[in-house]
Each structure stands twice: as structure tokens, then as C-alpha cells.
């Protein structure tokens, strides 16, 4: 699969709030809350990576993570765990691209959280522009 087709699976599903894998049924447990909050993305201007600082905390019983994708003149994509405890952390990505550093402006920016229960998987998404 070619690294253009999975930008267009990601963005298509991010741009699906909740996107359940499976219908919902009277006996089937909900998937963890998520709660996320950005910090700050910054530049570090000798790796040319980008660093994403985060709050999170998952509510209930399952599974969670949270991803970031970077696009400048190139991209970069990471992910993190998130642990449904009911605990708020700091968690932080760093987005390293292949090929390249990421330099001073501006950065288009996705975020996407998945919550999974035994059942199903819930996906919601965030994207925006900031500057490094």
C-alpha cells in the first residue's frame, strides 16, 4: 500500500468521528473515554523532528492510543498507548520524518484517538494548522 493511499485511508477516517467496527448491541459493552488535551508542539531545531506534548487520560475498561501525523514539505507519523486507568499523564510523540527535517512555519496537523472495547473500536479525530 502505497504511503499516499494510507494518508487518504487515515484522513478519511479522521474526518469519521466515532466510527464503530461493529453494530451496536443491548449487551455489548462501551468502548473507554478519552480525554485529550494538547501542550505544545514544538521544533527541535537540531533533529529537525517535531515533539507533540499531550494530557491524556482514558476512562473505563479497554484499550487506547493516540496518533499524530505532521505535514510540512514532508510528513511524519507516530503513536502512543494510553492507559485506561483513570490517571492523567503526559505523553509525548516525537514525529521524525524519513527523509528530511521539519523547519520553522507552518505545520498541518492531525490527531486521532482510538478507544477499543472487547466489541468494538471507537475513532474521533482533530486536524488543524499551527506554527513551529
Not at 478519511?12 to 455489548?28: E, H, I, R
Not at 510523540?93 to 490527531?111: C, N, Q, S, T, Y
Amino acid at each position: 500500500m502505497t504511503r499516499r493511499l494510507r494518508a487518504g485511508i487515515l484522513a478519511a477516517a479522521l474526518a469519521l468521528l466515532v466510527l464503530p467496527a461493529a453494530p451496536a448491541s443491548a449487551g455489548q459493552s462501551d468502548a473507554p473515554d478519552i480525554h485529550w488535551k494538547l501542550r505544545s508542539v514544538t521544533l527541535n531545531g537540531y533533529t529537525g523532528n517535531l515533539v507533540v506534548k499531550a494530557r491524556v487520560r482514558c476512562d473505563g475498561k479497554g484499550t487506547a492510543s493516540w496518533t499524530a501525523i505532521a505535514v510540512q514539505d514532508l510528513r511524519a507519523r507516530g503513536a502512543a498507548p494510553i492507559l485506561c486507568d483513570g490517571q492523567g499523564r503526559r505523553s509525548t510523540i516525537v514525529l521524525d520524518p524519513a527523509k528530511g527535517r521539519f523547519h520553522p512555519g507552518e505545520v498541518a496537523m492531525d490527531i486521532a484517538l482510538v478507544a477499543c472495547s472487547t466489541d468494538f473500536c471507537t475513532v474521533s479525530g482533530q486536524s488543524f494548522s499551527t506554527t513551529v
